[in-house]
T-cell receptor, first 113, second 114 residues
Framework: GENVEQHPSTLSVQEGDSAVIKCTYS??????FPWYKQELGKRPQLIID?????GEKKDQRIAVTLNKTAKHFSLHITETQPEDSAVYFC????????????FGQGTTLQVKP | DAMVIQNPRYQVTQFGKPVTLSCSQT?????MYWYQQKSSQAPKLLFH???????NEADTPDNFQSRRPNTSFCFLDIRSPGLGDAAMYLC?????????????FGDGTRLSIL
């Protein structure tokens, strides 16, 4: 079955710097890749997603890139702010009736003021 | 406005005493999921419904059951909670159409076992 590896597990950056989180997936049939942000004690919130028919998607300070050949995708956050501090999860989904997601292990991002 | 609503937010039960967690949605999505999440680990899928079709994950303990009486509601029943079942339980929904849609999560129920 599908497996998603996420790195790094923790990431500390200075406010204003960029942060990059990388994920690799195993099933080449995967065609949907969302990223979730989860603050302490809160629900995961979708921040950006990408489908396999595009290579890059951007939304203000957040961008995601997808390399289908290498089976990896990355989250890029520019001009980081302290409120970006949270746990970030990547996920992958294969075509199916139910949209089941396979999550990466999570990255704890700390943005230091 | 909350679109995926979980009740209660916090639940305390005794070891071995059955407990039911509830989830409702106003999105009219056809898929509902239940996840277990422990201390900043990734959410772990327990089972999901596509309409009325139930899909159990292979490693979900028999202690966990689910009901979906209609499109809007889904319940998680833990028949005999053990200390290892203390966790955050997240409900999510998605609209499974021709184009993959994201999952929307509720705020979760934090379950404690005494």
């Amino acid at each position: 079955g599908e497996n998603v590896e996420q790195h790094p597990s923790t990431l500390s950056v200075q406010e204003g710097d960029s942060a990059v989180i990388k994920c690799t997936y195993s099933d080449s049939a995967s065609n949907y890749f969302p990223w979730y942000k989860q603050e302490l004690g809160k629900r995961p919130q979708l921040i950006i997603d990408i489908r396999s028919n595009v290579g890059e998607k951007k939304d203000q300070r957040i961008a995601v890139t997808l390399n289908k050949t290498a089976k990896h995708f990355s989250l890029h956050i520019t001009e980081t702010q302290p409120e970006d501090s949270a746990v970030y999860f990547c996920a992958a989904s294969i075509p199916s009736n139910t949209g089941k997601l396979i999550f990466g292990q999570g990255t704890t991002l700390q943005v230091k003021p | 406005d909350a679109m995926v609503i979980q009740n209660p937010r916090y639940q305390v039960t005794q070891f071995g005493k059955p407990v039911t967690l509830s989830c409702s949605q106003t999105l009219n999505h056809n898929v509902m999921y239940w996840y277990q999440q422990k201390s900043s680990q990734a959410p772990k899928l327990l089972f999901h419904y596509y309409d009325k079709d139930f899909n159990n994950e292979a490693d979900t303990p028999d202690n966990f059951q689910s009901r979906r009486p209609n499109t809007s509601f889904c319940f998680l029943d833990i028949r005999s909670p053990g200390l290892g079942d203390a966790a955050m339980y997240l409900c999510a929904t998605s609209d499974r159409g021709l184009v993959r849609q994201p999952q929307h999560f509720g705020d979760g129920t934090r379950l404690s076992i005494l």
